[in-house]
């Protein structure tokens, strides 16, 4: 499976920004989509994740602010940003499972919100 990101950027505080996430090369079925970040000097965490089924869930610092949607016959992934703050500064990454237990990464889009 290779994942393409983009939408990335550079946007003032209280701005918005749209990532989105696609996923082709392989049959395999995907089952769960996330997208975690990086900032500089700290762990990747999870930012949201997004099932099969529909099951949502997000970080505590992103609830309220962001959205995350999928399109399951597409096999893409997007993520709303909203209210940015200079905390949510890091390089994204769109993450999957299949259903075969397997995982993948994308290569990461910067995020960067101007205080």
């Known amino acids: 499976v290779q994942l393409q990101a983009s939408g990335g950027g550079l946007v003032q505080a209280g701005g918005s920004l749209t990532l989105s996430c696609a996923a082709s090369?392989?049959?395999?079925?995907?089952?769960?989509m996330d997208w975690y970040r990086q900032a500089p000097g700290k762990e990747r965490e999870l930012v949201a994740i997004i099932s099969a089924g529909g099951y949502i869930n997000y970080a505590d610092s992103v609830k309220g602010r962001f959205t995350i949607s999928r399109d399951n016959a597409k096999n893409t992934m997007s993520l709303q940003m909203n209210s940015l703050e200079a905390e949510d500064t890091a390089v994204y990454y769109c993450?999957?499972?299949?259903?075969?237990?397997?995982?993948?990464w994308g290569q990461g889009t910067q995020v960067t919100v101007s205080s």
């Open positions: 090369g392989s049959s395999d079925k995907i089952d769960t």
């Open positions: 993450h999957v499972y299949t259903n075969w237990g397997t995982h993948y």
